[in-house]
């Protein structure tokens, strides 16, 4: 089986065989497997990976955080609902201090709101900002192919259009993009890889 960066058996040697509820045959094993690999992404418990299960905003800035080293940032938590010592903490204070995921206001993160896949496209395209690699390739993807284009936000635009055209986001099936839809941590997997891959 071909994950894109190695070849993996998808037997028991399969980085992903220690959870009970993961398919090595499932269009999810790519993405999975890499974020597994890279430990870019934990499971929810040591049996469970929950592929299916919607992705919050303290995880996904906790996974950028990890993509990045988990580099300290002397930033003071200005969140009301961000403690002090979370698992999250450091990943939330590094991404608000890089403008790559904003609060809902001066003092609310809203760390555990699930994050809509038009969400998660903008993260990653402001993550790209703040690396740098955020260029659209020149042959852009016109959006108003997807049936649901009118459904994405107007704020959310511009990284929907990034995400797709490089290649990280693609429909759902009959030609919708789903913004509003939660992402799952597959999903969401998946876009990391393509990340990773595609974006240089």
């Keep these: 089986m071909k994950t894109g960066y190695i070849d993996c058996p998808g037997d028991n040697t399969c980085v992903m065989a220690s959870y009970s509820d993961l398919d090595p045959n499932s269009w999810y094993h790519d993405g999975v497997h890499y974020a597994l690999e890279n430990r870019i992404m934990n499971g929810v418990s040591d049996q469970m990976f ?4 919607s992705t919050s905003r303290a995880m996904i800035v906790t996974m950028l955080w990890r993509m990045e080293g988990e580099p300290v940032v002397n930033d003071t938590t200005r969140f009301a609902d961000v403690p ?42 402001r993550y790209a900002k703040y690396k740098g690699t955020d260029k ?6 016109n959006l108003g192919i997807y049936l649901d284009a009118e459904h994405i936000s107007s704020w959310a635009y511009d990284g929907m259009q990034w995400a797709v055209n490089a290649g990280l986001i693609t429909g759902v099936g ?10 799952s941590r597959a999903q969401v997997a998946t876009m990391l890889m393509r990340y990773g891959k595609n974006i240089k």
């Design 136 to 141: 659209i390739p020149a042959s852009k993807i």
């Design 50 to 53: 929950a592929p299916g299960s």
């Design 174 to 183: 009959n030609d919708k993009l789903s913004p509003e839809t939660d992402a």
């Design 84 to 125: 002090s010592d979370t698992w999250y903490t450091e990943a939330v204070r590094w991404a608000a201090s890089e403008r790559i995921v904003d609060g809902y206001s001066a003092e609310r993160f809203a760390p555990n709101d699930n994050v809509s896949r038009e969400q998660l496209a903008t993260i990653l395209w």
